[in-house]
């Protein structure tokens, strides 16, 4: 006789491995998924300073509005993440919502405020750190940042952000350090990172990070004398040295290498090709500067080599110290009057940090040296990066 009390039996004992297999297997995936990906660990994101302040119970009064708003993610700050983006971040992520990466769980991050906690920088190199839980095929570390005067009662939008870092592709990495070169700002400002993983390598995924930075007076000193001293001592030291030195020989490629195939170069390295300038904008290897240059592409074109100079005849001795003399006095009394008597900027010339110039009608102070350096698409006022090297002072109309 067919008994169904056996029959029950043996089916529950199937079911129940079945059923424990997929347990295991919900177990497993929901593991990789709590340890994946990576977040900002230098210095810290606003994730990590809110998750250290307390997720249930903070006491920053940033982080406390947060967990109104919604800040559930913080027990995950490495998943601030969007599959499937491609390169294409603010097509899934709206303007005001840069910060949660657009996931509701985390839309108190998105706040408009200017109390976050942040970490105290000066313009120049700062390594960044970003610490991943999962080790991904990177197509590019990208970092961006607010321009000055950046106003915090708006929300943060795609159009408030200025690239300053790409790090181009790079295999699976644990840690990943970045020497980025912060531009001179004073204040509070946002810094934006994107991970993006390779998506023809591994996938499409992308992560997002917002650092809050304290420029503060942006000189470190806070004293308008010392300022005015040592952008005397930064001009006298640097940019007329190589100013007479390019008006002499003309050549603006001269310490320059020449392009070679086989060798990676990375941003913001420098070659040149064909009697040619280029800069790399991001890792690139055997990319033809000629055949691949743009504001996108591996390498930017910074133009001829050679450039208009002064006369060869004039012992470079004598010409640097007449030039020296007259650009520290029309510093010290730009910095000081305010009148706009700053030397005219020579494209392809050497200028440090605070160095002051005159081009296309306006005078501009010098943020980041290395890029003030480079001219062509940095040259100030009239390049289409201009604003990431040169701050504008006056008007000198």
């Known amino acids: 006789m067919f008994n169904t009390r056996h029959l029950l039996a ?16 919900a177990s497993t995936l929901a593991i990789h998924e709590a340890s994946a990906h990576g977040y900002v660990s230098s210095p810290k994101s606003r994730v990590i300073q809110c998750k250290e302040n307390g997720i249930e119970n903070p006491t920053h009064p940033a982080c406390i509005a947060a967990k109104a708003a919604g800040n559930g993610g913080l027990y995950t700050p ?49 390594e960044f750190v970003w610490t991943n839980t999962a080790a991904h095929k990177t197509k590019y570390f990208r970092y961006y940042i607010t321009p000055q005067g950046y106003d915090h009662s708006q ?9 300053i870092h790409d790090s181009g592709p790079a295999d699976q990495e644990w840690v990943s350090t970045h020497n980025v070169i912060l531009p001179y700002r ?26 809050d930075v304290d420029f503060g007076n942006g ?23 190589s100013s007479v030195a390019s008006s002499l ?44 240059s743009g504001q996108y592409g591996p390498w930017l074109d910074l133009g001829n080599c050679v450039t208009s100079g002064g006369s060869s005849s004039v012992a470079s001795s004598s010409v640097a110290s007449s030039v020296a003399s007259s650009v520290t006095s029309s510093v010290a009394s730009s910095v000081v009057s305010g009148n706009c008597i700053s030397p005219v900027y020579v494209d392809g010339s050497s200028y440090a940090n605070n160095a002051l110039v005159q081009n296309n009608g306006s005078e501009y102070r010098c943020l980041v040296g290395g890029w003030c350096t480079v001219g062509g698409p940095y040259a100030p006022g009239t390049g289409w990066a201009w604003a990431n090297a040169w701050e504008l002072v006056r008007s000198c109309q």
Request: glycine share 6%; aromatic share 8%; net charge neutral.
């Open 219 to 241: 000189t470190g000193t806070g004293s308008s004398s010392s300022v005015a001293s040592s952008v005397v001592s930064s001009v006298t030291s640097s940019s007329v040295a």
């Open 78 to 126: 490495q998943e601030v993440a969007v599959g499937g983006v491609r390169d294409n971040h603010d097509y899934y992520i709206p303007d005001g919502r840069l910060c949660s990466a657009n996931r509701a769980n985390l839309f108190g991050m998105d706040l408009a405020r200017n109390d976050w906690p942040a970490t105290s920088v000066t313009p120049g190199a700062r």
């Open 10 to 25: 043996g089916v529950s004992q199937l079911v129940k491995p079945a059923s424990m297999m997929i347990l295991a297997m």
């Open 249 to 292: 020989s003309n050549d603006t490629c001269a310490t320059l290498p020449s392009w070679d195939a086989s060798t990676v170069y990375t941003n913001p390295q420098q070659v040149k090709h064909n009697s040619k300038r280029y800069q790399a904008n991001y890792w690139t290897q055997n990319q033809n500067p000629s055949t691949n």
């Open 155 to 163: 929300p943060l939008r795609w159009s408030d952000l200025q690239l």
């Open 186 to 211: 004073t204040g509070r400002h946002i810094i934006y990172s994107i991970w993006q993983r390779d998506w023809d390598r591994d996938a499409a995924e992308g992560f997002y990070q917002c650092i």
